[in-house]
């Protein structure tokens, strides 16, 4: 029998009214860019049906069904999805058809689940696991197992049509992106960054992404590397949108007229005041950035609050109670850890001092500021900033 369908479950926990149709229609054109990116041509459409959304193959998906699989895999939002076969709405031919895909796969016990949206079906969930386990225990001389069966043979009635499957594919969970509105993320180059992406792209916002790179005292290698990031972030539907920003004068001008233990701090402050800038621009309704409480010196709370001061946006740091472990650990497992650890100049390790403050004062801070022409210094790095869209290919 030939895999037709593939039939794909979100979790539903507080979907109610609009929302439900809103996230339905979000999540389904979401798998439909992330299967024409990942396996183009590799299916027919997709369509929502009953609480569900039906990925419709066609004769060549089977040659690709690994790359649609691994799509699935990275689309948020969906809970589980099954690859079935059609069946028809009716008693014996569920029968002969179940008994036909499960018949040649091996197994020692058995049972059948089936889930009903169709009330119109004249038996019930019950009545139809019933039938068609006895039929099938005769016809395999197989045991049915309520418990933790060898096989489950699923059966779902939905829209008039009848499906069957056997596994459940685990998908990732989490918001379909876009639904949570749009976040700028800071993105560094280092192992982090790329980590809070994919956290606020799990919780369903849409992304875009603002780099600081310190040309001409570093090379382009930070800059190559961001692009490789956002590149291989695609796989979440992450848009590719960058923001490179030229920091390099603004750290000069920091570095001659201000204190060296605040300059991280510093330069934070300048990197919101200007991402918040390009990320109202581009109708964020926040900023994200990699840091993890205490993980180093700009990263205390009595820092955090003194850079964060400075924006009127909201500031995301999803990564704020993992140690770096874990936050490697999610890192390899992405596909971002290659990449981050390939050597580059930061920009801020160049410049940075020896003592760093640890607990910045805010009037401290302000004073320090006092010497710097923020706005003109805000303004030349908007002025030349440069917008890079990347393909799913720069990631290579
Ligand atoms: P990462 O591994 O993400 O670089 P990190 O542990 O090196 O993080 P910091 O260098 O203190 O930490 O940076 C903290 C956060 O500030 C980063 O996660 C990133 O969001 C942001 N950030 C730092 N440098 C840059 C930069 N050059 N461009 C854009 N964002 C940056
Ligand atoms: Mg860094």
Redesign the pocket.
Known sequence: MRLKYIICHYNEIGLKGDNRHYFEKLLAENIRQALTRESPGGFESVKIVSGRILVILNRKSEKQIRKIESALKNTFGLAYFSLAVESLPAIEQLKTDAWEFIGNKKFSTFRVTTQRSDKNFPLNSMEINAEIGAYLAQKTGKKVKLNNPGLNCFVELANGQAFIYTKKIKGPGGLPVGASGRTA??????????V?AYRVLKRGCSVIF????SKPFTSNE?VEK?KALAGELKKFNAGGKIFM?P?ADAQKEVVYRTPEKLR?VLY?RL?LRIAEKIARRERCLAL?????LG??A??TLENMAAVEAVSGLPVLRP?VGFDKEEIIEVAKRIGTYDI?IRPHD???VRFIPKHPETKADLKQVETAEEKLDLSSMIENALENTETVRVSPFDSA
């Open positions: 993320v800071l993105l560094s180059g280092g192992i982090d960054s790329p809070a603002i780099h600081f790179h930070s961001v920003v920091f991280v934070r990197m994200a950035t990699g840091d993890s993980q180093v700009s990263q990564l981050s930061d920009c801020c």
